[in-house]
Structure formats: C-alpha cells, structure tokens
C-alpha cells in the first residue's frame, strides 16, 4: 500500500487539496524515499536476523509500519510525511527480508513455491487497494484504515511458532521439535528434524563471507542472475 500511495495523492498534495502544500520535487522524494528506506530496513535485519530469530522481527515489524501510517495521517507538513515515508520502507525492508526466510524454513517442500508466490501476489494486492481507496477516501482516512493490517499483525503473530530452523541454528533441539510438530500436525517429526539437522550443520561448517559473493565464481553468477544483469 505504502509503494502505490504515491498513485492516488501525491497530485492531492501537489495541487494543494490538502491541509498543507508540497512541490514536485518534494513529490518525487516523496515517491522514492520508501526504496531508500528498504535499503537500510534489509541490510539491518540480515545483520541481526540470525540473532533475534525471524518470528521476533516479523512481529517487531508492524511498528514501524503502524509508526509510519500515523505519521502520514497526521502529518501537519512534509518533514513527517517524508519521516513517515521512510519508516514505511525501512518496515518493508525489514519484512522483504524475514518474511521470505520465515516461509521457506516452516514450508513443506510441496507447497514451498505456492508460498512464497504469496509475498509478491500480496504487494500487487495492495498497490490496487490503495488506488481504490485513493478514489473515494482522504488521505488521512486511508493512512489511518493502513494501521489495521500491522495491528492485526501485531496481535496475532506472537502465537505463531517460531521456525525450527532457527531453534536449530541456536542448538535448541526440543523446541525445533515442538515448532516441527506444531507446524507438521503430527508428533513423529524425526526424519524431518535429522534432515534440517543435518542442513544446518552442513551451514555451519560451510560459513562463507560477504567477499565470496564477488571472489568465487559460481557465487558471482549467481548474484548477476539474481540481480537481473545477465542479458
């Protein structure tokens, strides 16, 4: 919602049909500082993804996001839109990054993909929530209906567990266990945990550094597919 709010009242505050004015060029940073945002937002949790666990972040992630929307629904000028703005793509950063490593670790293999479709599915969604809002609603009504999903969010993921890869990488075998059965439905979940086990003990002994990106070969071309560079 925060990358199609742009769409629908960035005009509204460039033509002054609001409780205060902006220029064009306030107008485009204000479009672009969520990316800049995002940035930080995705370098900060790698660092500290591994340490805090990706269910403390996720939930950790809707205050930015309610700090963000409030900030836009009672800015009195463009400094707390454009702080509110960037919250908004620090939050995104924040959950571009633990979302996607939160479903890949709880998902079955068979459903894996079918999840991971979700998080891009769910930004198109709200671009087109946003710009039929924007149609019919002020921009401060809208900001304030944008702090019901982080709120939602806020109360009801702390009940989620975490993921069992985590507790693995942190050498709490029960509650990988209890995490597994919670998510598998089943009490026999010994395969599956030898499996991760093993996974997370092959990662362990095979740490590599940021350097390797760039200095071995087969991951340096990963990272230009990934990036979108190879032609």
């Known amino acids: 919602m925060h990358y199609g709010w742009p769409s629908p009242y960035i005009p509204v505050l460039v033509e002054g049909n609001y ?48 700090a963000s929307w409030l900030l836009v629904g009672f800015a009195k000028s463009s400094v707390m839109m454009f702080v509110g703005r960037f919250l908004a793509g620090a939050a995104d950063g924040l959950s571009f990054t633990a979302v996607p490593m939160y479903l890949g670790e709880i998902a079955e293999p068979e459903i894996r993909g079918l999840l991971a479709s979700i998080c891009p599915v769910c930004i198109v969604i709200g671009i087109l929530l946003i710009n039929i809002f924007g149609a019919y609603l002020a921009l401060d009504m809208v900001a304030f209906i944008g702090t019901i999903l982080p709120i939602l969010l806020l109360i009801i993921f702390p009940w989620m567990p975490e993921s069992p890869y985590f507790y693995l990488m942190k050498g709490n075998v029960e509650e990988a266990r209890k995490s597994l059965q919670s998510f598998r439905g089943v009490e026999d979940v010994n395969a599956e945990l030898n499996r991760m086990f093993k996974a997370v003990k092959e990662q362990n002994e095979n740490k590599g550094s940021f350097f390797q990106l760039f200095t071995v070969k087969s991951n340096r071309k990963g990272m230009i597919i990934t990036l979108g560079l190879c032609v």
């Open 19 to 66: 409780t205060f004015r902006i220029t064009s060029d306030e107008g485009s940073w204000l479009t672009v500082i969520p990316l800049i945002g995002a940035v930080f937002g995705a370098f900060f949790t790698g660092l500290i993804v591994d340490v805090f666990g990706r269910k403390r972040l996720i939930v950790f992630s809707s205050v930015p996001f309610i």
